[in-house]
């Protein structure tokens, strides 16, 4: 018996060890970036990357990872793990050979992967987004609504043991969509209409109309505007004013207009180097000019210039490529495949711009336009019938400087004897600027736009040098604004190089204040229409004189002046490295042949349908805004330290489709998205499902979330009445209490918009950097100082204080009270039934009432014991005799607007 079991035994370990055989066998390969890479993040790159390299040993490429350490020898040796000190370290048992060193031990899971993976050849896989998009198949998984998407979701879910949720209610269902494609919610016209449409394309029409609404622009914008950093400020300690809202404009128009995202990428990063590029295009290019500027005295214009330039680039490549990239100014990447020298070959793409962190922000494309286009066609009109050829040919030169075209490069600057590029010259004490090649014989007379800031001084014009015959000397008078001036001329003969010198010895060196706009040559035109000429003349100086609305742009130095880039060591500007030439990661896709190696070429290798990573991108963070949760959740990081997407073929095929089905239209795959069935799922939950998957990324239920900023604030001014839907324009002040600014540079302040503005979308509201609107910092907006990728949601007493308290919601309770009112009449029960309705398009439940009908029988019982405080709440100078029911019905408002289902998208 005893040798029959024992026999048993053995035949039992013989069979066991031939399945485990087997299996190791049959197994597939050791994924590297699914489990290797993740270990190597984990316990190694720390000490063995791109930031430091102990021993001479780094496992962030595969080059590195296999080649000599300090020791002489390779650390990894493909294929035999058992002579690879890289695994021998690992299970040491001498913790000062053991690694990691300042680390728990590896699990035996761990070593166990890492073995096979060095025994199969150390092979470096390649990150699951940088892997090239290519077209994939739909699960062949039933399903009884929705589209394609749903196939996804379903096959997931079945993996998983779960079903997706029955539909929402068609109210909730609209509320939702109509939040999420125009960030408002639905109109009570609409909410009527949608409810008495029981056809089964209802709502696949409400969709299509809400893609139509003008509002749906403003909606995407305010999603984009935290990625472009946009601001009416400047940033920095001063945080001036800047005028760039045509920029948020034009981004409201693109989405409204479905501009293709390639189109829409191009023409923000490159708009200016388009053929003939439009003023439209021009003022896209204002994505990079949102970057701030320190026009603090003392400051070096050009670490600030360098500063913004390196916020380019990064911003460029989280917001397109997802990466995070500005550590890579210091040392290679400590996790991704991105070389430190590959940072400054991208930054060469954006070096040779114009704009160099100047007061006046040059370049800029003004709108003369906006001071009167009638009076310019007055002067031309006069010229064209009464003035000799040489006027109309003098006019025809001054007029153009009215045209909206930024014209950048009317002269070289030279400072202390550096040559600097800008469209405004700003010259300093002893500092000089060239006028290259003019021809001065028969002119008489130059004119000069100037600014010296309430300084003055003296220019002096010598020919040819700064050594050379001084041509004139002219005293500026000290000016607040721009200035137009007429310089009588010596007559000379020749072309000859002006050099201009400003002086003022009271000022101090670092002091740029005499900052020349444009200089031009008049001719001392005598002859017939003079007497009126003079007069037309008149006209136009005055007009140049005023003061033009305008947008910073982007604009490329002309050849002559390209700047070279080099590698800063150790990310420091100041020390200057070897020179390097624009160019993309090569761990990436290669740059487009015959594309140019400027800010164009550079759009086209980020739209190339060969980039792993743009549409990627794109379509996680729409997924992100509509479900509350990227597919990738690290919407601001789709690299290897990154979250795994829930739905990796999901992801990919609708990337795909949005570059090569769609053709890059934005609304066309955002429709996709709303009408699958994953979407239009009921968001309740259970406590199951809720521990099973409490982020809902398996997508078994609807999206339930709190709204963003904007539309907290739009939808309290939407219901009540107040909201004025009109789009674009200037920046507007709504409420915000006293002493939040203290702008101790200018005499800057808050001035509380009237006439209906007051009430504008959030979207316009005016952005300063240093002080942002109160109530949007609340509830998690941005800054808007760097890029912001994604709004962490937080819930903060903050929140509630500010819409029981805040001016805003307290005049949009009243507004709706009043409405309630109105409809209820003197009955509580249907005031408050209307109000809720207004609120929600939805019936109020019985319980929900008898909570609200208390508190208003609470709130007209001290109001009518306390008219005073009636008269303050409603702002009432006379007693009125409903005054004490409309106070009440105001605190019923304003808590039906502070309701969690009111504040949360569900």
């Known amino acids: 018996m005893r040798s029959l079991s024992t026999f048993r035994a053995a035949t039992a370990l013989v069979i066991t060890g031939s399945i485990l055989l087997t299996a190791c066998q049959s197994r597939q390969r050791t994924d590297f970036s699914a489990e290797v890479k993740p270990i190597l993040n984990k316990h190694c790159i720390s000490c063995h990357g791109g930031v430091k390299q102990n021993g001479g040993f780094s496992v962030l490429f595969r080059e590195e990872a296999l080649g000599n350490t300090k020791s002489g020898k390779p650390a990894i040796i493909?294929?035999?793990?058992?002579?690879?000190?890289?695994?021998?370290?690992?299970?040491?048992?001498d913790p000062k050979e053991r690694m990691p060193q300042k680390g728990a031990p590896l699990s035996a899971a761990e070593v166990d992967i890492l073995t096979r993976w060095v025994k199969e050849g150390a092979q470096w896989g390649e990150h699951w987004a940088y892997v090239p998009l290519k077209p994939l198949p739909v699960p062949d998984v039933n399903i009884k609504s929705g589209n394609d998407i749903d196939r996804f979701i379903i096959a997931r879910l079945q993996a998983e043991g779960l079903k997706p949720s029955p539909p929402a209610d068609p109210m909730t269902l609209l509320r939702r969509v109509s939040f999420d494609l125009t960030g408002l919610p639905p109109t009570p016209a609409m909410a009527a209409s949608f409810s008495a449409d029981h056809s089964p394309a209802a709502y696949q029409r409400i969709v299509d109309s809400l893609l139509q609404s003008p509002h749906y622009g403003e909606r995407w914008a305010a999603m984009w505007l935290d990625l472009a950093r946009y601001s009416d400020t400047k940033g920095y300690?001063?945080?001036?004013?800047?005028?760039?809202?045509?920029?948020?404009?034009?981004?409201?128009d693109a989405f409204n207009k479905d501009m293709p995202y390639d189109q829409f990428t191009t023409e923000q990063l490159a708009g200016d180097l388009l053929p003939a590029p439009t003023n439209d295009q021009l003022i896209a290019t204002a994505f990079?000019?949102?970057?701030?500027?320190?026009?603090?005295?003392?400051?070096?214009?050009?670490?600030f210039r360098t500063a913004a330039v390196m916020d380019r680039i990064n911003t460029t490549m989280e917001v397109w490529q997802g990466v995070t990239i500005g550590c890579v100014q210091c040392h290679s990447h400590p996790y991704d495949p991105f070389r430190f020298e590959d940072y400054y070959k991208l930054l060469a793409f954006m070096n040779n711009t114009r704009d160099e962190d100047t007061h006046m922000e040059h370049p800029k494309l003004r709108f003369y336009d906006s001071l009167g286009i009638h009076e310019v066609n007055r002067i031309s009109a006069w010229v064209q019938q009464y003035g000799n050829n040489e006027q109309v040919t003098d006019v025809a030169h001054f007029l153009k400087v009215l045209e909206p075209k930024v014209h950048a490069h009317d002269c070289d600057r030279y400072v202390n004897g550096s040559l600097y590029d800008t469209k405004y010259l700003g010259v300093r004490h002893n500092g000089s600027c060239r006028l290259p090649a003019q021809t001065t014989g028969g002119k008489t007379q130059l004119l000069m736009n100037y600014w010296t800031g309430n300084k003055g001084g003296t220019l002096e014009c010598r020919l040819d040098s700064l050594r050379g015959p001084v041509y004139f000397t002219q005293a500026l008078a000290p000016t607040k604004d721009r200035q137009v001036i007429t310089i009588p001329l010596p007559a000379t003969n020749g072309t000859h190089d002006l050099y201009f010198v400003f002086r003022n010895a009271s000022l101090k060196p670092a002091d740029p204040v005499c900052m020349v706009e444009w200089?031009?040559?008049?001719?001392?035109?005598?002859?017939?229409?003079?007497?009126?000429?003079?007069?037309?003349?008149?006209?136009?100086?005055?007009?140049?004189?005023?003061?033009?609305?305008?947008?910073?742009?982007?604009?490329?130095?002309?050849?002559?002046?390209?700047?070279?880039?080099?590698?800063?060591?150790?990310?420091?500007?100041?020390?200057?490295?070897?020179?390097?030439?624009?160019?993309?990661?090569?761990?990436?896709?290669?740059?487009?042949?015959?594309a140019p190696r400027n800010r164009l070429g550079l759009a086209r290798w980020i739209t190339d349908p060969a980039n792993p990573l743009t549409a990627r991108v794109m379509v996680n963070r729409l997924w992100e805004q509509v479900f509350g949760i990227g597919i990738v959740e690290t919407v601001e990081d789709l690299g290897s330290q990154g979250f795994l997407p829930s739905h990796p073929e999901l992801l990919d095929w609708l990337s795909y489709r949005f570059m090569h089905d769609h053709h890059w239209s934005v609304k066309k795959l955002l429709r996709d998205v709303v009408l699958s069935a994953a979407y239009q799922q009921d968001a309740t939950t259970t406590p199951a499902l809720l521990e099973k998957d409490p982020a809902n990324r398996l997508l078994a239920r609807g999206p339930h979330f709190r709204l963003t900023a904007e539309e907290v604030r739009d939808q309290a001014l939407a219901v009540s009445g107040l909201l004025n839907r009109n789009l674009h324009g200037p920046s507007v002040m709504p409420y915000q209490p006293e002493g939040i600014w203290q702008t101790v540079w200018s005499g800057e302040y808050w001035k509380q918009a009237q006439d209906g503005n007051q009430y504008r979308r959030a979207l316009y509201v005016f952005q300063k950097r240093t002080s942002p609107y109160p109530s949007m910092i609340s509830f998690d907006g941005s800054s808007r100082e760097v890029c912001l990728q994604r709004r962490i949601r937080t819930n903060t007493p903050l929140q509630a204080l500010t819409t029981l308290n805040d001016p805003v919601y307290v005049e949009t309770a009243r507004a709706l009270a009043q409405q309630m009112l109105s409809n209820g009449h003197d009955d509580a029960t249907a005031c408050i039934r209307w109000g809720y309705q207004a609120a929600m398009c939805r019936s109020l439940p019985d319980n929900k009432l008898a909570v609200l009908h208390r508190l208003y029988q609470s709130a007209l019982q001290q109001y009518r014991q306390s008219p005073a405080a009636a008269k303050a709440l409603l702002q009432y100078k006379d007693t009125t005799p409903q005054m004490a029911q409309l106070a009440a019905l105001t605190v019923v408002a304003n808590a039906i607007m502070n309701l969690d289902e009111f504040l949360t998208k569900s």
Request: hydrophobic share 30%; charged share 25%.
């Open 288 to 303: 990079n000019r949102n970057t701030m500027t320190n026009d603090e005295g003392g400051t070096q214009d050009e670490e």
């Open 519 to 594: 200089f031009a040559f008049r001719e001392d035109l005598p002859g017939k229409g003079q007497k009126g000429y003079d007069a037309v003349n008149a006209s136009l100086l005055a007009l140049i004189n005023q003061q033009p609305q305008d947008i910073p742009v982007m604009i490329e130095n002309p050849p002559s002046m390209q700047r070279t880039t080099h590698v800063f060591e150790r990310g420091n500007w100041m020390v200057k490295g070897k020179a390097v030439t624009p160019d993309v990661p090569h761990s990436l896709n290669p740059f487009p042949a015959n």
């Open 78 to 93: 493909p294929g035999h793990p058992e002579k690879s000190e890289f695994i021998r370290r690992l299970t040491c048992k």
């Open 237 to 252: 300690e001063r945080d001036a004013s800047r005028n760039i809202w045509r920029y948020r404009d034009w981004v409201i």
